[in-house]
């Protein structure tokens, strides 16, 4: 669209600065490539040009539609030996020629000429869009010629068979564990979602996502995953309930098939256009594409968070950090919360719109984006960029020579400046302790650092599986509740060495029932006082939450020790540690009369106190109900 903008406005100057052929040969030879070109048929176009300017080799206008139709064709050499032809049979030439000229030498890499001549342009136009565009290619010349210098590793790999076809595929989502792909496929101008798992090192062959979501009369793409694999929101246009000409929906996994997708609302969608959605790790944070007013550019990079009673929040534009005067799109939040990849054609690249990335900081500032060089980035667009959880490697859809259609799915190894913050994810499924079957339970991983949630979801109703992902660096309280049984607490301390050791784990949760137990994971003292430390509140918090809504339990709090130092001691600091518990209970108003504590010292281990692991685990708090 940009290249058949650019010709028309380079035609219409044509009737001032060049004439037609006193050739009939040469001048019939045009008027029927003309006629093809406004068919968009550039291929057949070609070879007629040839012919008229082989009749009459000072046909001006011909050489320059000529050289028009082979940079369409992004024969981009060639082009720019017929716009040097054209300018040498009159110099006195329309301004748009010498632009065009400009674009093939940049396209070419010669840069210091395409300067030459985006500066010759904009001395006989300062103030045109198309002004604004060229003083954008002197700012990318100079970034170019130096990236291009400094080369990053690059080798693209395509998915395979079972992904790729004859037809179009692009617009690739992933889970976290990288087990589900979800893309677009395009047949017949229809676009749909297709899938495909990861087994034994190859991607299966892919099937339709679901009948309730793909329909034959609206097209579903630029679709985003949460990494759990259960939410996928995506663009529809010109549906019934839409609010403008494309606006975003969501569908919610329901067991082995997909809900109906719902309009997401105001004021996310508008009657303007939005689509390509992004969602963050922890759900909370939709990011999207929209051309509404109020932006820096054409189409910019919006957020909206989901407020307290569950709606989602004003629409807030991602400012200068992000936007330019110019257009951004795909944007792709990583599975670390903090890393933000989009594509952009306003901030310094090769030309048109490059892969960019951009980290937020501890305040929730985006850093200013950095170009994810070259060759990943060239004088084409490159767009629709999604990484990996691990970081390793990206996805993204391209038309690469010897792939199996017109746009296939491809993935590159990340450059490690690109690569996105480490996380580390826990896989599991739910379980009755008892009956050994699946039950929908609530599962919560919180941040104890700065006591917000990373992930806080119900497990699929039909499985009882669930995933969340956790940036590395950390330390996190893992939760699981449901409604008439016991919850499950268990903490993971994620360091450096553990981003690639997924946990997997399966979880049993009993009936609230006299003699239940639970070991509270996230109840932290320093060592030898009971002084509750800050980052055991939330836990506590849990606790309170799950006296509250069973007002008839009573419980005992227990604290336990390892066997280090003397006995009597460690009975004493295991009392005062639990009744700390019974004391923030009590302050926080659950009644003492179903409260009371103990401290057993070293006397009931759960481990082998001979290892510090297993020292580590008999050092804990926890509760035993009493009555019900």
Not at 2 to 13: D, E, P, V
Not at 97 to 106: D, G, M, N, Q, R
Not at 177 to 185: A, P
Not at 190 to 200: A, C, G, I, R
């Amino acid at each position: 669209m940009r290249f058949y903008f650019s010709l028309f406005l380079t035609l219409i100057s044509l009737s001032v600065f060049a004439q037609a052929s006193n050739n009939k040969k040469a001048q019939n030879f045009f008027e029927h490539a003309g006629s093809l070109v406004a068919k968009l048929d550039y291929p057949a176009a070609e070879p007629l040009l040839k012919s008229a300017v082989e009749a009459d080799p000072l046909f001006q206008r011909a050489y320059i539609l000529l050289a028009d139709v082979q940079k369409l064709q992004k024969k981009y050499t060639e082009a720019k030996a017929s716009y040097q032809k054209s300018i040498l049979i009159n110099a006195n030439i329309s301004p748009a020629v010498i632009y065009s000229l400009a674009e093939t030498e940049f396209a070419t890499q010669e840069f210091e000429k395409a300067k030459k001549h985006f500066t010759d342009f904009l001395m006989q136009d300062d103030s045109s869009a198309r002004a604004q565009r060229a003083k954008k290619y002197l700012v990318d010349c100079n970034f170019a010629f130096a990236a291009i210098n400094k080369p990053v590793k690059y080798t693209p790999t395509n998915l395979g068979k079972g992904v790729n076809t004859a037809d179009a595929e692009y617009f690739p989502a992933l889970t976290a564990d990288g087990e589900t792909l979800i893309f677009t496929r395009q047949i017949g101008g229809n676009e749909d979602f297709w899938t495909s798992q990861y087994k034994n090192e190859v991607w299966a062959e892919a099937t339709p996502l679901s009948s309730k979501i793909n329909t034959l009369k609206y097209n579903e793409g630029a679709q985003t995953i949460s990494p759990d694999g259960k939410y996928l929101f995506f663009t529809g246009c010109n549906r019934p309930d839409g609010l403008g000409r494309c606006d975003i929906y969501v569908s919610h996994r329901e067991g082995k098939d997909w809900g109906e997708p719902y309009n997401v609302g105001k004021p996310v969608n508008s009657e303007y256009w939005e689509s390509q959605p992004a969602i963050s790790p922890d759900g909370r944070t939709l990011y999207f594409i929209s051309n509404r007013p109020g932006g820096s550019g054409g189409y910019d990079i919006w957020k909206s968070t989901i407020t307290d009673d569950a709606k989602w929040g004003p629409a807030i534009n991602l400012g200068i950090e992000i936007n330019t005067p110019f257009d951004e799109n795909t944007p792709f939040l990583h599975a670390d919360g903090r890393t933000l990849y989009f594509s952009s054609d306003g901030w310094p690249g090769f030309g048109h719109k490059d892969i960019f990335y951009s980290r937020l900081d501890e305040n929730g500032k985006f850093s200013k984006p950095t170009n994810m060089g070259y060759p990943i980035n060239s004088y084409e667009d490159e767009n629709g960029l999604i990484v990996s959880a691990d970081g390793n490697f990206g996805m993204f859809s391209s038309n690469l020579k010897n792939g199996f259609g017109v746009q296939d799915i491809y993935r590159f190894g990340i450059p490690e400046i690109a690569k996105p913050l480490k996380i580390n994810y826990v896989k599991g499924i739910v379980k009755d302790k008892d009956t050994k079957k699946t039950i929908e339970s609530n599962v919560q991983v919180i941040d104890l650092k700065t006591n917000k949630p990373v992930f806080d979801d119900y497990t699929d109703p039909e499985t009882g599986q669930f995933l969340a992902v956790m940036p590395v660096g950390s330390n996190y309280l893992f939760n699981v509740n449901a409604d008439g049984y016991m919850f499950y607490s268990e903490n993971f301390e994620l360091k450096q060495g553990d981003i690639n050791k997924p946990y997997q784990v399966e979880v049993f949760i009993e009936k609230i029932k006299p003699g239940g137990n639970v070991t509270l994971r996230n109840i932290f003292f320093d060592t030898n006082k009971f002084n509750l430390l800050p980052a055991s509140v939330r836990e506590l918090d849990l606790l309170i939450d799950f006296l509250q809504q069973n007002p008839s339990v009573h419980i005992e709090i227990q604290g336990h020790t390892d066997n280090v130092g003397d006995d009597k001691l460690n009975e004493k600091l295991s009392l005062n540690r639990a009744n700390a518990v019974y004391s923030y209970l009590i302050k926080n108003e659950i009644d003492q009369k179903r409260l009371s504590f103990k401290g057993f010292g070293a006397t009931k281990p759960v481990a082998d106190n001979s290892t510090e692991t297993g020292r580590k685990n008999n050092r804990r708090t926890a509760f035993v109900i009493t009555k019900v």
